[in-house]
């Protein structure tokens, strides 16, 4: 496709929506509702929406980052490219690559680890205090006591970690793509 012109609306539009509603996604799931529900449902409550509404953020979040690659190369062409633009290709692969890992696999084990866990604290009676810093001492002594349990919790914080790590790259890379947007736009 020829770059002589520049892209026509419609895939500005596109463009522009897919990467602004990644990064309202990213931001509110990140920073505003993760807090929220970590601090007014119950652990398994908590647990069981995360289990539903992750899963969905994730697949969304890959999806418009394919979206914005494609929208982007699609008017960039590769033998036409100066650093900037190269650059930026580069910051949308990544974000494509690191979300797609984070969909399809880093979410997913996270989501299968909380519900095997759920069901043995529900065993024990555990599960329905409000907050993470409630009752520590009761999954302490659980994890001490049942090693299904501890390396159920080993395995869920080390696959939260890593999510969550893949969910701040997707950010440095959707704010540094906002950043080339806003530097790029001629007139508000």
């Given at each position: ?138 999954y302490a002594k659980l994890r001490e006591s049942d090693a299904k349990y501890r390396k159920l919790s080993g395995g869920l914080w080390r696959y939260q970690l890593l999510s969550s790590l893949c969910n701040l790259c ?19």
């Open positions: 496709m020829s770059t002589d012109r520049d892209p026509p609306v419609a895939a500005k539009l596109l463009h522009l929506m897919f990467l602004s509603t990644y990064w309202g996604m990213q931001i509110w799931v990140t920073f505003v509702s993760g807090f929220v529900m970590d601090n007014h449902l119950n652990r398994h409550t908590n647990g069981f929406i995360q289990s539903r509404l992750f899963p969905f953020y994730l697949h969304v979040g890959s999806a418009c980052a394919f979206f914005n690659l494609t929208i982007f190369a699609m008017y960039h062409p590769s033998n036409i490219l100066d650093d900037r633009e190269a650059f930026q290709i580069f910051i949308y692969f990544i974000c494509v690559t690191v979300a797609a890992v984070n969909a399809q696999w880093f979410g997913q084990m996270t989501s299968e680890i909380m519900a095997d866990m759920h069901l043995i604290e529900q065993a024990c009676g555990l599960g329905q205090d409000i907050g993470h810093s409630s009752n520590r001492e009761a997707c950010i440095i890379c959707n704010g540094f793509s906002l950043y080339y947007l806003a530097e790029n736009l001629t007139t508000l």
